[in-house]
């Protein structure tokens, strides 16, 4: 069954440096989705994207946050200047277009560690 | 907007036994709800959905969901549990009248099975 891959499974990196986060949706899927989790508790909504341009985004989407479909296969999170506070588990998702009612297909997940 | 409830951090219950894990929601229009399981250091699975029809929706690994609109609620349910089921329990839900592309996840319910 087609899965949704993120890499790297973890990533530590130091206050103030740019990280970015690499996800390979579905291949069918069109619309793509960026959710945080932290310490294992509630998931968090960061960002949908559609048709190459971002379709919704949090109060927790700033303009720290972007996100990018370079290459029709991948699909990055980029947090700029990253804070102690933006240390998360940092899932993607996809989902097919067709119906509203399609469900998310998550990848297991970016460990971010900001020290 | 949108938002869900899970009342409970943590339900206990003993291997055979019934399980219930608690969901309510709020939304502006007809609400599409689902559950996703969590297992340690993996992403979210989609267990089950509601979108319109019977109450009660079946889904993966022997679990329903009964649908109230009354109570605006959604909660989980297996009528026997198993130690395998202990794991993160994620209800969620899509505005149909926003049609927001983003859906919302509750704080999420620790499920431990006693064996």
């Known amino acids: 069954e087609p899965e949704v891959t993120q890499t790297p499974s973890h990533q530590v990196t130091q206050m103030g440096q740019e990280v970015i986060l690499r996800c390979v949706p579905i291949s069918n899927h069109l619309y793509f989705y960026w959710y945080r989790q932290i310490l294992g508790q509630k998931v968090e909504f960061l960002v949908s994207f559609y048709n190459n341009e971002i379709s919704e985004k949090s109060e927790i989407f700033d303009d720290q946050f972007s996100v990018e479909r370079p290459d029709g296969s991948n699909f990055t999170l980029k947090i700029r200047s990253t804070k102690l506070e933006d240390s998360a588990m940092y899932f993607c998702a996809s989902t097919l277009p067709e119906t509203d009612n399609s469900p998310l297909h998550f990848g297991n997940g970016t460990r971010l560690t900001v020290t | 907007a949108q938002s869900v409830a899970q009342p409970e951090d943590q339900v206990n219950v003993a291997e055979g036994n019934p399980l219930t894990v608690k969901c309510t929601y709020s939304?502006?229009?007809?609400?599409?709800l689902f559950w996703y399981v969590q297992y340690p250091n993996r992403g979210l699975q989609f267990l089950l959905k509601y979108i319109t029809g019977d109450n009660l929706v079946k889904g993966s690994y022997g679990f329903e969901a009964e649908f109230n609109k009354s109570q605006t609620s959604f909660h989980l349910k297996k009528p026997s549990a198993l130690v395998s089921d202990s794991a993160l329990y994620f209800c969620a839900v899509r505005d149909l009248m926003n049609r927001d592309d983003k859906i919302i996840f509750g704080k999420g319910t620790r499920l431990h099975i006693l064996p």
């Open positions: 939304v502006s229009g007809n609400p599409y």
